[in-house]
């Protein structure tokens, strides 16, 4: 059942992971992407959402990848960062309605189809899987096709959100990939007319979590207009202004992560 | 490959549904079929979502349903509505770490295998199906497996939200089950302060996709501190508070379904 691969050319594998959905998992591992490729890291992101992929539409690129000669998807580079999603492979408002194993498929096709290294002599230092929500076939297959060198967990502080956070973390538990720590996400909104902050979806709740479940607590991000604008316009915050207080947090984690890691 | 049948004592089912997660289906769910049954509707609601339950949170019930004497589930009675959902057999902090099958039986079961019409003597009038995200195999299984009514789209007014709307808008087309309309979720905020009303994930889109693919437009929801807080209580808006500005929106909105289905 398990045939856990190295992926060729690629040194590390983490996955960006939720539970529930709509709590900011693609915005963190894009933003986490750019800023590490801002460091100066060789960086791929893998979209593996099948059903709803945002990867296009948040870094701005969408175009069939070209193969090598040895049939491999050639990522598409966006702001550094080599890309691939199924996104780039069917049209955007075309539904996946697919059972469990097409999906299978399309994943197995993105991980160990794909020349994730051609862009970088060296290959990737590090590939970031945004992950679909859930605890099911995506990451079941994810679990059992590459080694993966840990996980991130992103939620919001509400007990909703909690409740499908815990289930995410027991399940990359359970098949023994390290937690690299929890990121509350839309922690606070500040009124940019008056300035005070709202906690719309809790505040504090995921800090709390990470010390019950004795995993690092990487940082908060708030809601921000320009993140989410930045994201709806595929130009992620980190690169248009990576020296914006968003920026610099994103920054911050990912330094926590590949120095942690 | 179709065996649609009508739920015994069933009289029509509504898919609430949105394609991207996160987007407040279940809390649209939740309160819409609170309202309904403010109206002196007979109303079950069932949590389809085998990987992230909501339902027994934010209806504030929780316990192993009971068996009829044939071995059929007897739902949960919260606020008027008869509930069934996979969170009341599984431990709540539990991964459900199931492939396609396994989510296609349990569903099944919480279909086929429930007394929906215990509770009431003449029977649901309407069941409301709170959807998880994406176009998959829980949705494949809905749709063959039973006559829907109708499928009403959640969607934030953000890009990346109404590119999965219209994804699930396409898959509900392409099987012949009618778009009963749009919802445009946290459109707006204001700040509790000052009052300045902030889109945080858009305004407005909802509206102009609803027109696009000429489908009714059934209202639009703020973002409320109250409404997200209830809901994470167990106490949903519409009942606690069937009164307030928010309570009267899905009260309108349910209005219109009833109507137009």
Redesign the interface.
Known sequence: MNKQQKLLNVNAIVAIAS?????GK?TTAVNLAVSMANRGLNVGLLDADI??P?LP??MGVNQKPELTDDKKLIPLVAYGVSCLSIGFLVP??????????M?QSALKQLLHGAAWGFHHDKGLDILVVDM??????A??TLVQQVHLNGAIIVSTS????L??A???L??FQ?VNVPILGLIENMSQ?S????G?A?S???HGAVKADAEKFNVPFLGEIP?D?AL?ES??EGRPITALDPDSPISRIYSHIGEKVIVGG
């Open positions: 539970g529930k959905g709509g709590v693609s059903y709803g945002s539409r948040m955007e408002e075309s539904p996946a309605i697919w059972r469990g194993p999906v679909p929500p859930g605890t099911g076939d990451h079941l509400q007990d909703v959100a409740i499908d815990r289930k995410g027991a399940m359970r909104f009124c940019p007319r008056c005070h709202s719309i979806f809790g809601i207009l989410r994201g709806d």
